[in-house]
């Protein structure tokens, strides 16, 4: 089955800095890599997602990038202010498998320093 | 839109209870809905897929017997949760994805399981 990397589990910044987090997956066949958001007690949210037939997206301070051939997928978020303080989960997907199941990864808890 | 309810957001039960869980989505039909457990700072751990109509899958150690699931509509799936112990306490979130070929899956907000 899948498995889903993710680096770093925990990661501080200072409020303007740049953060990035990183995952890898092992089936090659996944075609789907969602990243969500969550805060304490609260839902995961989808904030960005990307399919494997492209290599970058971005939403305002939010990019992914995948290299399918290295099996990675990254997470990036610019200009980072308090409230983008929370735990973040990347994950991957085949179609087909499972009903479309999402393989998570362990998460990174994400502070940013005022 | 695509917006997911859970019922109870959080619950109380004497060990040896049942306690059902629901999930529905709200402004779509899912075809397929899961659910997961959570535990504190840790990540999202499968423990069914549901089918609507169909019988749901099971992740490998998760008893069906005592985490029993009907997906009766394609809006509304249930999650009970029988002879509940204090190992069972944790956070149940539940998922539902909006059919077709995409993966796209949106969350409820969980529901708090205590066991005392």
């Not at chain 2, 959570?38 to 005592?66: I, R």
Request: glycine fraction near 6%.
């Amino acid at each position: 089955g899948e498995n889903v990397e993710q680096h770093p589990s925990t990661l501080s910044v200072q409020e303007g800095d740049s953060a990035v987090i990183k995952c890898t997956y092992s089936d090659s066949a996944s075609n789907y890599f969602p990243w969500y958001k969550q805060e304490l007690g609260k839902r995961p949210q989808l904030i960005i997602d990307i399919r494997s037939n492209v290599g970058e997206k971005k939403d305002q301070r939010i990019a992914v990038t995948l290299n399918k051939t290295a099996k990675h997928f990254s997470l990036h978020i610019t200009e980072t202010q308090p409230e983008d303080s929370a735990v973040y989960f990347c994950a991957a997907s085949r179609p087909g498998a499972g009903s479309y199941q999402l393989t998570f990864g362990k998460g990174t808890k994400l502070s940013v320093i005022p | 839109g695509a917006v997911v309810s859970q019922h109870p957001s959080w619950v109380i039960c004497k060990s040896g209870t049942s306690v059902k869980i629901e999930c529905r989505s709200l402004d779509f039909q899912a075809t397929t809905m899961f659910w997961y457990r959570q535990f504190p700072k840790q990540s999202l751990m499968l423990m069914a897929t549901s089918n609507e109509g169909s019988k749901a899958t099971y992740e490998q150690g998760v008893e069906k017997d005592k985490f029993l699931i009907n997906h009766a509509s394609l809006t509304l799936s249930t999650l009970t949760v029988t002879s509940a112990h204090p190992e069972d306490s944790s956070f149940y979130i539940c998922s539902a994805r909006l059919g077709g070929s995409t993966s796209t899956q949106y969350f409820g907000p969980g529901t708090r399981l205590t066991v005392l």
